[in-house]
């Protein structure tokens, strides 16, 4: 590894884990939460604590138009400019439209619940229970307002304590709520309340250092040109985001009308959902420090050093993601039933198709958008995108309505595929850099090896689901290692890259050379 490239991975990797410790934590939280939930609801009231909450997702897409993003982009240049006085102007800007727009979009959301519930969810019950799930827009909004000044001003520490507040009073909340016997009513008053709490605790810590800015020099602070040349700037870069978020929860808008009498599985869907965040600790970081780490880089003036860091981001990322997605697909059916209980049956499953999604690391999904936006080609983002939305919308819309949850995660798996494979081939024709296939076809293989043999271990014996997943770990972790040596993806070159990029982590950084250490004296002599 350059010095240059070694020098932008440590950075990242520092940066990443500073960052993200708050997201991890608050994330591990709400899983607890959920486990208790769906165990107290069970897998119908569940569904029906999903399908209420998806309409006001829907119309929650709407909400932002790249606001956040102009926030995060103008805070970190004006502060870097020295420009203070407009820092303040900025964040006033974004709050007052943040919260407009909410106020606007909730009570829309309010109006349309007997509608929605009544004629196209055909569960007329559900109306009150929507109409109070619509809040949650306005809630939202004062996180989302905080989260990007926060992380513009860089305080990220704070971000964190608002999301780790959130979760434990969402997590204590709800439970409290269903046990005394308010149900999927409660689930959704939980949600909205917590949502609520947090985002005023989010702004309490924003106007402490709102305050200790400069005022602007004008007694006018101008928030109708400053909120248009924010959105001049974020609507382009939204577009991308809103279209892919509208098919996600259109998709979901779907389950509904496919399952109009029975909310079972759409239960157990969303179980998958909360249970799949497992890979979501291992994939998040990733994509959180990439878009920092190539920015730094000009596909004109480093591209030999572009070329490596694309490739070292996805061979690393396959080798941390993909063994994850192959030991939660292999252990998903002891995995569900020993931490929600038997109800979910058919969540194992679901489970398992959409942890397959995140096996695209191998192909470099995790890195691709990333780097083309470092570049400045939002525009070509934006063009895959509405590829995906054409070929998805049509195709989920049959799928769903004929297969249900199936139908949905076939699509998911599907649909950017095409997209993925021409953004390949534009970063090979105009950066110059592309996918270590022969890397990432060792890593799948030796998952996969790995995989079948824990999945045929615990399928051979009949222990309780606890016991099932300590002997599934136990047989996965020594057989994908051996796999990966084995096939020599992890080379000397891999062990000393990985060193540098862990220096900076204390602690953490240290019990890693360690475990590099081990592998190293484990490792075929002939690697390189």
């Known amino acids: ?66 606001i956040t993003y102009a926030m995060i982009r103008f805070t970190a240049k004006y502060r870097a400019e020295g420009r203070m006085e407009e820092v303040r102007s900025v964040l006033f800007a974004g709050l007052v439209f943040e919260f407009a727009s909410g106020l606007v979009l909730c009570i829309l959301s309010l109006a349309l619940s007997d509608f929605i519930a009544t004629n196209i969810f055909n569960r007329p019950a559900l109306a009150p229970i929507m109409q109070l799930a619509s809040f949650y827009i306005l809630a939202s909004a004062m996180i989302s307002a905080a989260s990007a000044a926060f992380t513009g001003l860089e ?230 995108t509405i590829l995906t939305a054409c070929i998805g919308i049509p195709l989920g819309t049959v799928l769903v309505l004929n297969f249900g949850v199936i139908g949905l995660i076939v699509t998911s798996l599907v649909e950017a595929l095409p997209s993925h494979a021409i953004s390949l081939y534009w970063i090979r024709k105009k950066y110059g850099v592309t996918v270590d296939w022969g890397s990432s076809a060792k890593i799948v293989l030796s998952s996969a090896v790995a995989a079948l043999v824990t999945y045929g271990a615990i399928s051979a014996v009949s222990f309780n689901n606890w016991l099932e997943l300590l002997l599934g770990a136990v047989v996965f972790l020594p057989t994908v290692v051996l796999g990966l040596l084995l096939t020599r993806v992890i080379t000397s070159t891999d062990i000393s890259n990985l060193r540098t990029v862990v220096g900076g982590l204390g602690l953490l950084g240290r019990l890693v050379d360690k475990i590099l250490t081990l592998v190293e004296k484990v490792m075929p002599k002939k690697s390189s």
């Open 1 to 66: 590894m350059s010095s240059n490239a070694a020098d932008i991975a440590k950075v990242s990797a520092k940066g990443g884990f500073n960052v993200l410790w708050g997201l991890i934590v608050s994330s591990i939280i709400s899983a607890v939460g959920v486990i208790f939930i769906a165990r107290l609801l069970g897998s119908d009231a569940y569904g029906l604590y999903t399908i209420a909450i998806t309409a006001p997702n829907l119309i929650l897409i709407f909400r932002d138009w790249g």
């Open 155 to 384: 305080r990220m520490a704070l971000n964190s304590i608002m999301n780790i507040c959130q979760s434990i009073i969402k997590t204590v909340l709800i439970i409290s709520l269903v046990i005394i016997g308010l149900g999927t009513q409660g689930a959704v008053i939980g949600l909205v309340a917590s949502t609520t709490i947090a985002g005023l605790i989010g702004l309490v810590l924003l106007f402490g250092i709102y305050r200790s800015l400069p005022k602007p020099v004008s007694l006018s602070m101008e928030i109708k040109e400053y909120l248009k040349e924010m959105l001049r700037y974020g609507i382009p870069l939204s577009l991308a985001v809103i279209i892919a978020s509208f098919m996600a929860q259109y998709y979901m808008f779907l389950l509904p009308v496919f399952y109009s009498s029975d909310n079972t599985l759409i239960g157990n869907y969303g179980i998958a959902q909360s249970f799949i965040i497992i890979i979501g600790f291992f994939s998040t970081p990733i994509t959180t420090m990439m878009f920092p780490a190539f920015s730094k880089l000009d596909h004109n003036k480093d591209r030999e050093t572009l070329k490596r860091v694309y490739q070292f981001s996805v061979k690393y990322a396959s080798m941390l993601v993909v063994p994850v997605v192959a030991i939660v697909m292999a252990l998903s059916e002891p995995g569900v039933s020993a931490l929600f209980g038997s109800s979910y049956t058919a969540a194992p499953l679901f489970l398992a198709m959409l942890a397959i999604g995140y096996s695209y690391a191998a192909l470099g999904n995790l890195s691709t958008s990333n780097l083309i936006n470092s570049q400045g080609h939002t525009k070509f983002i934006l063009k895959i």
